[in-house]
Each structure stands twice: as C-alpha cells, then as structure tokens.
C-alpha cells in the first residue's frame, strides 16, 4: 500500500530526503502525514501535507529544517530532512488519512518505516 523509503546512517549536519510512494489509487483530499517512533519513545509526528493543495504542518521539532512535497502523478510524498540531528533518530513512517490531523488515530493506511540514524 504504502512504502517509505530513503533512510540511512548520517552525521549531524547532513541531509536526507524521504520517499513514500503510494501503490494504491488514492483521493485527492488525502493527507499523507510523516511519524517517526524512536527507541523507547512513543510515535511522534513529524510533518503532513494535503495532496490536492500542498497545505503542509510540521512538528515544532522540526520546523525550518524539514520540508514536505508531493508529487501527485506519482503518487508519492517526499521529506527533505536538513540539518539533521542526533536526536532526529527513529524509524520514519508514512501514512495516509483523510483529516489534517497531526494525530496518528486518523491515519488508516501505514507503510512500512525507514530507519534515520543521524551520528554526533
């Protein structure tokens, strides 16, 4: 249904730009919302955006640093992680909901994670 791809093991200071590629027909007023869950914590949200008009919402955490896109014919949504931190370590998950929702209940479609893993 979903898959986020484009992980890996960075520095502090790097960039890393995250795939979610939608395999599923999907309807124009859909959010695709990014979460990322570290060791130990809860589910956190990360950025979301409307595929129709482009509205985007970031967590405080990463605003200014992170930018989220979308391509619509290819049905996928990307994550542009700049400046990236220690603390910016966890498994990196795409989800599709229909509410501009920072909570992850609304979302009903996940994807598999991709693992960021930023050194110091």
């Known amino acids: 249904q979903l898959q986020a791809s484009g992980g890996g093991l960075v520095q502090a200071g790097a960039s890393l730009t995250l795939s979610c590629a939608a395999s599923v027909r999907t309807y124009s007023s859909s959010v695709i919302g990014w979460f990322r869950q570290a060791p130990g914590k809860e589910r956190e949200f990360v950025a979301l955006?409307?595929?129709?008009?482009?509205?985007?919402l970031y967590a405080d955490s990463v605003k200014g640093r992170f930018i989220v896109s979308r391509d619509n014919p290819k049905n996928t949504v990307y994550l542009r992680m700049n400046s990236l931190k220690p603390e910016d370590t966890a498994l990196y998950s795409c989800?599709?909901?229909?509410?501009?929702?920072?909570?992850?209940?609304?979302?009903?479609?996940w994807g598999q994670g991709t693992q960021v893993t930023v050194s110091s």
């Open positions: 989800a599709i909901g229909s509410q501009f929702s920072s909570s992850g209940s609304e979302y009903k479609s």
């Open positions: 955006i409307r595929r129709s008009s482009g509205t985007t």
